[in-house]
């Protein structure tokens, strides 16, 4: 049995080659070493499907709240994304009720027009596409589902991109004064849709109706928890519209498949998550000495689950390197797992599928129009550039 850091793996999440394609060097992790320590992120990966379903489902040996290794966290970072069970439950509940209560088919039904619009918009001209629609794609349907005002878009972005980057900080940590800036102008205008004395709406009315009845510590929590939903969807989304438009760009057949079989867009969009979704990883710690396929791990060590390597994992998904839009079941871990798993999968899936049944009405259909740049992150997988054209195609 391992007892602890072993021989460093060959691991750089941001090499060029690694944004480029980070497949062929994460089934290497998940041959090779599947439960590795990485020296410069001071964790341990895991890039199994079973090995990193374990660590997400039991939050008991594995925190997601540095508090219970008797670390600090500083107030304003505590959401429902760094809370654990029980502390969690009755943020995450409320979220979740909250969510129920909202109406979606409105919402979608709106999102469907704004991509409509930008689709016809784009005519014969090639499109920078994270800019001219994955983002105020997003940003409407986080702020439709929120019930606030969108913040102008290009200073909106620039702030979250910045939040983004700074989720990097371990490999970089220049990252974090300007990711410490930018949460602060986040939590300000987050702030304001809490004091604001318009009819409360959407999601974010339901919340603060109840923050006004909750003692500090909960409304706290809620605050902070709108923050992520806000900046956490909007990023995510962005980078996941992103991802694929590119994989339908760089798989024309599918085009055809979708045409033929409209009722396999659900399932299409999951399958799209699955193969090259936004998220890449999470992180854990350890709440006492664990051993994990053989590897022991030490209390506080920190454990990093690679969704991205357990996605294509063959003992879990047959042919996992294919697009197969019918697949069924599709248990990926692209939008997590367990009691932090995402809480906007189903408003998620529901925009990508938007997207994709808008291409099929309209007859557009992606194509490449010059190099697509990644964005230098490790966590989120997303393009910094997106050119595509989006002719008719009959
Ligand atoms: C395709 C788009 C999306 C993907 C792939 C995605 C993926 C994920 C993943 C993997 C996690 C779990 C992270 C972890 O375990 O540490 C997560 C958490 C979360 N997501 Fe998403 N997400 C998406 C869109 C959204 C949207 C649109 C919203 C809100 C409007 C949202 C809200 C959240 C929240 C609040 C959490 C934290 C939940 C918790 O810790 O209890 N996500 N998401």
Redesign the pocket.
Known sequence: MATGPMTPVRYHPLDEATLADPYPVLAALREQTPVAWHETMQSWLTSRYHDCLRV?RDHERFA?DPRRLGLKVPDAHL?????DPPQ?AGV?SL?MSA?HAQDLDTLQHSVGHLVRERLEQSGAHPVEAMSQLAQPV?LA??TG??GVTPPPLAEWAATSDTIMRSMDAGLDPELVEPGRHARTQLSDLVASWFTTTGRPTG?LGHVRTRAAAAGPEQAAYMRH?AR???Q???S??T???GN?LHALAHHPELRSVLRENRHLVRTAVDEL?RYD???QG???LATGDVTIRGVRVRRGQKVT?L?AAANRDPDAFADPDRIVVDRTPNQH?????????????V???R??AVLVDALLDTQVWPCPAGPAIRLRTATMRTFARLPLSLHSRP
Do not use: D, E, K, N
């Open positions: 997400l997601r959401s429902v994304q760094v809370l969690q995450r979220f969510l997003a349907a986080t589902l929120l999601l928890t992520v939903m806000f956490g969807g909007y995510t989304l980078a996941a519209l694929l998550v979704g936004p998220v999470t992180t854990r689950v969704f871990l692209g939008y997590g797992w367990g009691t932090h798993a995402c809480l906007g999968t408003m998620a899936q925009v990508l």
